[in-house]
């Protein structure tokens, strides 16, 4: 996976507002539960995850750690966590947000981590090798094609970000690391459903169509060959621009703490996911949360109407039931819900 600064800036991406935006959302409350981009090949979808690295805030982990775990967490037990005295400080250091790349047709052993046979033979040593779950702590883990996931692949994603926590028991090992991350997705749905355990997992989901208006195709076309003849030249042509999403970015993750939500916004919310139809409570828990980073994002004190409205969609669309008396998509369904619950902008 690029390391962010070396691919095509995010603010110069046309088009695709929706997927922009829900992967800001979640660059600013990571709790979220991470994206799912599904929709047409060729729309932009790899390359808006891959530039978002560049938008990242730098976290502080522990020195030598191979696991980048918090300084104040004490939840790591590696060499380098273990070093430290409980009653001092622990030497730290910032590093970029990690943006893990997880392939189709990768083995187990590369996801979770194994004994290190390199050691082993050389040195006669049993050490582990950590897994790209490691890697990828306190970041983010993007799955391409990720509807064409491996199942046994998908179940040990889904424990692992069920407890936060990575546990390898083989070969004589017996690890446990902290492992948790956000989880990103994209892939086409013509080539196959995403299981619905897998589905329920992600907080955001957006539909992604090929932009059918001539000047937007244009504009794409131009900035990418613009990019391609020379990267280094465009990147600094877009610097300032991608300065400022990355200032919002960290504005919005310092000041999300102190947004508010008054009660009549949690009744509307609540209204909405009931008028859906929709399974738990997970709905409404997801849509006041995303809801809440946008007016971050924003750098708006108070969530309203408004931002329940701008996150509606992507936050319920792939938690609706299926309505066999309604042909209509879960977005139209959705819209139409929130024009009745809370009125029209």
């Not at 949690?266 to 399974?279: K, P």
Request: hydrophobic content about 40%.
């Amino acid at each position: 996976m690029s390391k962010g600064m070396d691919s095509f800036p995010f603010s110069a991406i046309v088009g695709q507002d929706d997927m922009k935006q829900a992967l800001l959302i979640s660059a600013i409350d990571p709790g979220i539960g991470g994206v799912l981009a599904f929709g047409d090949r060729g729309t932009g979808k790899s390359t808006a995850v891959r530039a978002l690295a560049a938008l990242l805030p730098k976290i502080r982990v522990v020195k030598d750690c191979v696991y980048g775990a918090e300084p104040l967490s004490g939840r790591c037990t590696c060499e380098a966590c273990a070093a430290f005295d409980p009653g001092k400080p622990r030497l730290s250091r910032l590093v970029p947000t990690p943006v893990v790349d997880l392939p189709l047709g990768v083995t187990e052993d590369r996801v979770m981590g194994a004994l290190d046979l390199e050691r082993a033979l050389a040195h006669g040593e049993k050490a582990f090798e950590p897994g790209l779950l490691a890697r990828a702590n306190r970041g983010f883990l993007y799955i391409d094609e990720v509807n064409l996931l491996e199942d046994h692949i998908v179940d040990l994603l889904l424990d692992v970000a069920a407890s936060g926590e990575n546990l390898v028991e083989r070969e004589g090992l017996s690890v446990r690391h902290p492992a948790r991350f956000v989880l990103i997705g994209s892939g086409n749905p013509e080539e196959g459903e995403l299981r619905p355990q897998l589905l329920d997992r992600f907080g955001l989901s957006v539909e992604i169509t090929t932009p059918v208006e001539i000047d937007q195709r244009v504009d794409i076309i131009r900035r990418r060959a613009e990019y391609e003849s020379n990267p280094e030249v465009f990147r600094k042509k877009w610097s300032r621009k991608e300065g400022a999403v990355r200032r919002k970015v960290s504005q919005g993750r310092a000041q999300l703490e102190q947004v508010k939500t008054g009660d009549q916004m949690l009744t509307r919310a609540a209204e909405l996911c009931v008028a859906l139809n929709t399974d738990g409570l997970r709905g409404e828990l997801t849509l006041i949360r995303a809801a809440r980073a946008l007016a971050a994002l924003k750098g708006d004190k108070q969530v309203d109407v408004h931002h329940l409205r701008a996150v509606a969609v992507p936050a319920l669309t792939h938690r609706l039931r299926r309505a066999p008396l309604d042909e209509a998509g879960a977005a139209v369904r959705i819209e139409r819900a929130v024009s009745e619950v809370l009125g029209d902008d």
